[in-house]
């Protein structure tokens, strides 16, 4: 609980320090970044903890972008198979990742609900930030 509340804390205070671009509220159009294998484990594992009771989770692609701060955010998309809500359809999501030491990890900032406006929302997201899925 208590790295939860950390991983929180920082979440906050990086996206408190993020422009505006285009009227996106806080957010800053980074260039694109490639993540490395470490950095993809760490997605899939963020996930995972924040989805534990979806079934087996499948990802698609991920793609991410890194601003002047230096901060890495990531979109993609994830499904799943069996657990409580059965077949979930295609959903996008957005995040950090956080490599502060001691911390290394992805933090899911949203995943789209199913909602007719919960995609979307996450998409136009990820295209502020520079990140096109």
């Given amino acids: ?12 205070a990086v996206l408190a320090g993020c422009q505006s671009i285009d009227g996106g509220g806080n957010l800053e159009k980074g260039v694109p970044y490639q993540l490395s294998a470490k ?14 009771y979806e079934g087996a989770l499948i990802f ?3 793609l991410a972008s890194k601003d ?10 994830i499904s799943s198979f069996g657990g409580l ?4 359809d295609k959903r996008p999501y957005v995040g950090m990742m956080v490599d502060v030491k001691p911390f290394f990890g992805f933090v899911p900032t949203v995943i789209a609900d199913d909602s007719s406006t919960g995609p979307s929302a996450v998409i136009l ?3 502020r930030m520079g990140i096109a899925i």
């Fill in 85 to 88: 809500h059965g077949v979930m």
């Fill in 1 to 12: 609980m208590r790295r939860v509340v950390s991983l929180s804390l920082l979440l906050g």
């Fill in 125 to 127: 997201t990820c295209h």
């Fill in 68 to 77: 002047s701060k230096g901060y890495v955010s990531v979109c993609g998309t």
């Fill in 60 to 62: 698609g692609p991920m």
């Fill in 39 to 52: 950095e993809i484990a760490a997605v899939e594992k963020g996930l995972h903890e924040q989805l534990p």
